[in-house]
């Protein structure tokens, strides 16, 4: 598991603004914030991306997330909101430690852009099969 910026910040080496923790989890403020409020949740686990994640430390995410989603939308009266979780480079992960943006939407138009490329779903039936055989 690669040493990142964050298993410093979980052994104290370097400071965050925490907004919450417990024994799985901690949650921090973006020190990059997309918008005002843009707060980071990660596991203590050490893991680069979500798919190698325990059972025991996703629940303890999925605990807390809806939570500390509460907390920043009633404190930055954001209307909306996204949850944003990257894994691997090409999809925008920079730091390799599982983690999820809690990212306000303003009123302003601040807060995450995304683009859409929908398509159309063509062979639905064999790729859910595909998929469930796996699990
Ligand atoms: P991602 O592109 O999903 O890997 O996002 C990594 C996020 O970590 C970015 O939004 C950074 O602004 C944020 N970040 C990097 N270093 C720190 C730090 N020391 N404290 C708080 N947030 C950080």
Redesign the pocket.
Known sequence: MPET??S??LRGE?P??KVYEDDHVLA???????SRG?T?VIPKESAATLDQLSDEASAAIGRVLPRLARAVLAVTGAPAYNV???NGASA?????HV?F?IIPKHADGSGLGIGWPSGKLDDGSALAAQIAGKL
């Not at 925008?92 to 390799?96: C, G, K, P, S």
């Open positions: 910026i964050f410093k910040i370097i965050c603004h921090f403020l973006d020190i990059n914030p997309i843009h980071l944003l979780q990257n925008h992960q920079a730091v390799f983690h943006h």
